[in-house]
């Protein structure tokens, strides 16, 4: 007669278990959720596009850098057409 009780109460105990584990798991994603926003508060939105454009535009040649060139943007590892055109870009 015992043993039923006994097994209710391990059923009970683990799916507590499994719910809390749940919640804590939803509580430290929206706490990263929510430093991550805080951190990229002040970030512009597209400006890896904006590199990738630029970027693309010197490849093929086109000296049409978006919003002041990829170098006021802070794009790293970027050459510039010229050191293109003369084989300085490694």
Partial sequence: MFDVFRFAWFAVRTFAGFVLLVLTLYAAMWV?????????????????LRCVKSYNAQAIGQD?????????????????TD???HGQAR
């Fill in 32 to 48: 990263l959720v929510k430093i991550h926003s805080i951190a990229t508060s002040n970030v512009d939105p597209d400006a890896a």
């Fill in 64 to 80: 049409r850098p978006a919003n002041g060139g990829s170098r006021a943007l802070g794009c790293v590892n970027q050459k510039t």
């Fill in 83 to 85: 050191e293109y055109a």
